[in-house]
């Protein structure tokens, strides 16, 4: 059984900064990619950022330069730096994993953790 578990999001002032971290539990053996999504109140969920287990990422526009996401493939962790938060940038955070290995050409359904709230005050 995969799951994966975010931690870090709250409350902070506008122009402050945030660390989420997401580790993902279970058998496995590589995950191809990890990303965080957000959703706030009566919008649909976007992508934030995304990053392979090569390094390659990928950010939304509106966080480009302002966030950065990593991982620790070794700890099957994923983080997600926001620096300059915004009040834009309130919402529930998602990590999902797709793409995991659980054996040799086994994989699990693409994951997703429970979520953690981040609150940007103006």
């Known amino acids: 059984q995969v799951q994966l578990v975010e931690s870090g999001g709250g409350l902070v002032q506008a122009g402050g900064s945030l660390r989420l971290s997401c580790a993902a539990s279970?058998?496995?053996?590589?995950?191809?990619?990890m990303g965080w999504y957000r959703q706030a109140p009566g919008k649909q969920r976007e992508l934030v950022a995304h990053?392979?287990?090569?390094?390659?990422?990928k950010y939304a526009d509106s966080v480009q330069g302002r966030f950065t996401i990593s991982r620790d493939n070794a700890k099957n962790t994923v983080y997600l730096q926001m620096n300059s938060l915004k009040p834009e940038d309130t919402a529930t955070y998602y990590c999902?994993?797709?793409?995991?290995?659980?054996?040799?050409?086994?994989?699990?359904?693409?994951?997703w953790g429970q979520g953690t709230q981040v609150t940007v005050s103006s």
């Open positions: 279970g058998k496995i053996f590589s995950i191809a990619f």
């Open positions: 990053a392979t287990s090569g390094g390659d990422t």
């Open positions: 999902n994993a797709e793409g995991v290995r659980t054996g040799f050409s086994s994989f699990a359904n693409d994951q």
